[in-house]
């Protein structure tokens, strides 16, 4: 199949998840007007105030994937798992303008990454979703946070050592924290390291079902 066509099943598939979000809203606000029996008001609709913000902008906010949705297809179409740190940091790396949806161009971009990202783009990616703060590096207090299971809020010694430990593998430059660059060498002597701090890729495994699911 060319990958025109290819591209074109990858919208369908966009649309879909895009039509059960909008038809998600569409049922939360008549279950929530018959309920009052009136429209809905400017405070019903905090419940979603950046759904709100962006219609006030101007954004095309409804031609996307919101959060809930996401999840769900990273979970069921590529195998990521993962606590909710992470699930939101990967949510706000690929949602670039920050609308609070992922839309059709920002779909595209992940879906390249996903399918056929070179190591360069997949580390740059890596390296943003678990800088959670997003200020250029990946801090001790980050590792801690990224490394502790969840709902561990107080880490333990053994999560403790871990992180001395890694943090000496990954800080080339020894300034106490981790850098893009500091974070390129490392894994470039290491691939396995990629996903040091928790899945954010998809499984080799899902990669070619959902290749084959597009070409059907
Ligand atoms: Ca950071
Ligand atoms: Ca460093």
């Not at 074109?8 to 008549?30: D, E, P």
């Not at 949510?91 to 595209?108: A, H, M, P, R, S």
């Not at 997949?122 to 200020?135: G, P, S, T």
């Not at 502790?148 to 430059?173: A, G, N, T, Y």
């Amino acid at each position: 199949m060319r990958s025109g066509a290819l591209a074109l099943r990858g919208v369908t598939f966009f649309l879909a998840a895009a039509r059960r979000y909008r038809s998600a809203v569409g049922q939360a606000n008549n279950t929530k007007n018959k309920a009052k029996g009136k429209k809905m008001s400017e405070k019903d609709g905090k419940c979603m105030p950046k759904v709100l913000e962006n219609i006030k902008k101007g954004y095309p906010i409804f031609q996307g994937i919101d959060r809930t949705v996401f999840r769900e297809v990273l979970h069921n179409t590529f195998d990521i798992v993962t606590e909710n740190t992470l699930m939101e940091r990967i949510f706000c790396v690929w949602d670039k303008q920050n609308y609070g949806l992922i839309t059709v161009e920002n779909w595209f971009n992940g879906l390249s990454l996903y399918l056929k990202g070179t190591i360069s783009k997949q580390i740059d990616y890596c390296f943003a979703v678990y800088d959670l703060n997003a200020d250029g590096y990946i801090s001790k207090e980050e590792m801690f946070q990224l490394l502790s299971p969840p709902q561990d809020e107080d880490p333990d010694e053994s999560v403790k050592d871990l992180v001395d430990i890694v943090m000496r593998k990954f800080d080339k430059d020894k300034d106490g924290k981790v850098s893009l660059a500091d974070f390129r060498e490392t894994v470039e002597e290491e691939p396995l390291l990629l996903e040091a701090f928790g899945r954010c890729l998809p499984s080799e495994k899902s990669k070619t079902t959902f290749l084959t699911t597009l070409k059907s």
